[in-house]
């Protein structure tokens, strides 16, 4: 039998939808093989006392109390977790944003020297900024919006004249590391982006404004590393919103989700070998999903690398999962876990 800590929660903009992920992983794993205890970390950092899978529709019922103390919170799982052989204990942080996407947590685990799934640290950093990602995928040659930064502190008109005059409007204006289109803007005029500066530079001490790519956001889910990748059809949103914000992913009704999406075979062959190279050039390992705006002349232009997608029974990280190797959930996660014990090793 194998020990799993499943993390949830955590102190991001992105908290209500690690529950729904944990929810979906707790109740997707097989019972036969994994002996899941559920860790809840609240919007301070504090850690619950780990508990077992609990059967519910509500992912609200995975909120426990904490100690309030964080430090003393961790030190508390910490106590528990010695007693824990890590040849066969898993974490699963399934943490998404700012604390679990970003680096924070993968470097937690490193240091207490456990097994966990998905990308380690130095990719996780890398990808949770989005400022940075450009950087390398520039120095990479692969095809993206063209873009201009500021920090909190040298924010000021003379910026805002740059990205009019360096970029052109319309534009994208989105926090550096943040997720689930928490944050971001598109903006028609000079005064809408003043105002979509200051809204993104809320959730991050920088705001990042690219080029409004006119195309089809697409997304692609990877799993492995190196050369030894697994690759999912592409899937797409279709939505009526000006683009693919957190009200368009997860409550309009009338977004509808294309799995896979409708695309000539010449493209999709095309797309999936784009989001390799863009993967790789990451550094990504365990798994992500890649979103990559399409255009109508064919062309592709990468967006972002999630390195902790989304889990929930919509998500579509999970179906494209299930779509490539024709099972269900529980063989995905027993593919992530898996590949967590072989990169600790």
Do not use: W
Request: aromatic share 12%; with cysteine; net charge negative.
């Amino acid at each position: 039998m194998i020990n799993v800590f499943l993390l949830c929660g955590g102190p991001s903009s992105e908290h209500e939808i690690s529950l729904r992920s944990a929810l979906n992983i707790s109740q997707s794993l097989n019972k036969s093989k994994y002996d899941t205890k559920i860790v809840y970390i609240d919007k301070n950092g504090a850690f619950s006392k780990p508990y077992d899978v609990i059967e519910t529709k509500d992912e609200f019922d995975l909120v426990k109390e904490t100690n309030k103390n964080v430090a003393g919170s961790i030190a508390e799982f910490l106590e528990i977790l010695k007693d824990y052989d890590p040849a066969n204990t898993i974490i699963i942080p399934a943490i998404h944003g700012t604390y679990g996407e970003d680096g924070t947590i993968q470097g937690f685990l490193d240091c207490i020297r456990f097994p966990y799934i998905g990308n380690g640290l130095l990719s996780s950093a890398l990808c949770m900024d989005k400022v940075t990602t450009n950087d390398i995928f520039e120095k990479n040659g692969l095809s993206q919006a063209k873009y201009l930064y500021t920090y909190k502190e040298g924010f000021d008109d003379d910026f805002i004249k740059r990205c009019i005059n360096e970029i052109e409007l319309p534009l994208i204006v989105k926090p550096s590391a943040n997720g689930s289109s928490v944050g971001v803007s598109k903006v028609e005029n000079k005064e809408e982006l003043k105002d979509a500066i200051k809204e993104a530079l809320k959730y991050d001490q920088k705001a990042l404004v690219e080029e409004l790519i006119d195309g089809q956001e697409i997304e692609i889910a990877i799993i492995g590393e190196g050369n030894n990748l697994d690759v999912s059809a592409p899937a797409a949103y279709i939505t009526n919103h000006k683009f693919l914000d957190y009200d368009a992913k997860y409550f309009d009704k009338e977004t509808i989700a294309q799995v896979p999406y409708e695309m000539e075979e010449i493209y999709k062959i095309e797309a999936i070998n784009f989001a390799k190279e863009c993967y790789k050039a990451a550094g990504c390992e365990g798994f992500a999903r890649v979103d990559i705006f399409y255009t109508k002349e064919n062309k592709f232009f990468i967006n972002e690398i999630n390195t902790f997608p989304g889990f929930t029974p919509t998500s579509f990280f999970a179906r494209l999962a299930m779509d490539m190797y024709g099972e269900d959930f529980d063989f995905v996660l027993d593919k992530l876990i898996d590949d967590g014990f072989r990169r600790f090793k």
